[in-house]
């Protein structure tokens, strides 16, 4: 395969399936090599940019631990800090950070900025959120679900609720692309877009389905993993209301995961009890929703490794 060094990643659609499969084992091998207390140093010397608009929890956490436990100089900068957008265009901080860093992380809210960042910078830049994409989440989505079942191929998995956010496009793809059989179940009026799912058939490489359902009657019972959301995404706090009455039908109960006796449950946090899922699914036996927090970071690592070489 090809390497991906100098290479962004800001979608997955943009990568092949065997890049995918580089990505994922690369994480379980930097995984390891954490549960043995190893710590390579192979970030020495290099600098990182972490360009926040949005706030975050694992995003940050797995950023800044992946590459300074490695020897590397994580640098947060949120939209208070820095003119990005603001006195001085897009282009040009790409360009200034490009000239004083190895590396740029950008999480926000429009993915055209990302794709600027990585146009002007020169060096790879890494997408950890933007209102269309969340690449580095379904990494650790993929990984997890690879954990649990022993491979990804034919698989069964299942979204449910808000099917046209960020999280749900970016799952469908990962999940195409690894040859599994992705089941999205949601709202009419939040159904994926066409265009991403016609884009997504028309990959001739990508070995997987997605097919799309309006009620949670068709949950198939071999699934092997269910999946949620938020109801609210950051920056739609006004539709608060309308949101609630159009996912409600769609909350994953005990009833639900019983629907499909052998899935794991799945939530990219932060979650909202009692609203996208009961208490009692999130913090219940079914549940590995800690274990995959904990890869993202390890997937952040492996995407910052091969971007820069270091592999």
């Known amino acids: 395969m090809k390497s991906l060094e100098g290479r962004s990643l800001l979608a997955l659609m943009d990568f092949t399936p065997e890049e995918i499969r580089y990505l994922l084992d690369l994480a379980h091998r930097v995984k390891q090599e954490q549960a043995t207390a190893e710590r390579p140093q192979r970030f020495r010397g290099r600098t990182l940019a ?42 040009d901080t790409a360009r200034v950070l490009g000239r004083m860093f190895d590396i740029i992380e950008f999480r926000g809210f429009c993915h055209k900025t990302v794709e600027k960042l990585a146009r002007h910078a020169g060096v790879p830049v890494v997408n950890g959120l933007t209102d269309q994409w969340h690449p580095t989440q379904a990494l650790a989505d993929l990984l997890t679900i690879e954990e649990h079942t022993g491979a990804l191929e034919g ?48 990959r001739q490489d990508f070995p997987g389905t997605v097919t799309v359902h309006t009620d949670l009657e068709s949950l198939p019972p071999e699934a092997r993993v269910i999946y949620t959301d938020v109801w609210v995404s950051m920056g739609e706090e006004g539709q608060e209301a309308e949101r609630k009455a159009l996912l409600s039908p769609f909350q994953v109960t005990d009833q639900v995961m019983a629907q499909a006796p052998e899935a794991i449950f799945l939530h990219c946090l932060p979650a909202v009890r009692g609203n996208e899922m009961t208490a009692t699914v999130i913090d219940g036996p079914a549940s ?17 490794l091969a971007s820069l070489g270091l592999a």
């Not at 956010?165 to 159904?191: K, W, Y």
């Not at 590995?288 to 910052?304: F, G, P, Y």
């Open 155 to 202: 698989v069964v998995s299942v979204y449910c609720g808000d099917g046209r956010n960020n999280v749900s496009n970016s799952l469908l793809v990962g999940a195409a692309a690894m040859g599994m059989h992705h089941h999205v179940i949601c709202p009419r009026a939040l159904a994926p877009d066409p265009d991403l799912l016609a884009a997504v058939a028309a």
């Open 50 to 91: 972490m360009l926040f608009e949005k706030r975050s929890t694992r995003t940050r956490a797995a950023f800044e631990t992946a590459f300074g436990e490695e020897g590397g100089h994580p640098v947060f900068l949120s939209s208070a800090d820095i003119q990005l957008g603001a006195k001085e265009t897009i282009e």
């Open 288 to 304: 590995r929703v800690w274990d995959q927090a904990e890869n993202r970071k390890h997937t952040i690592k492996a995407v910052m």
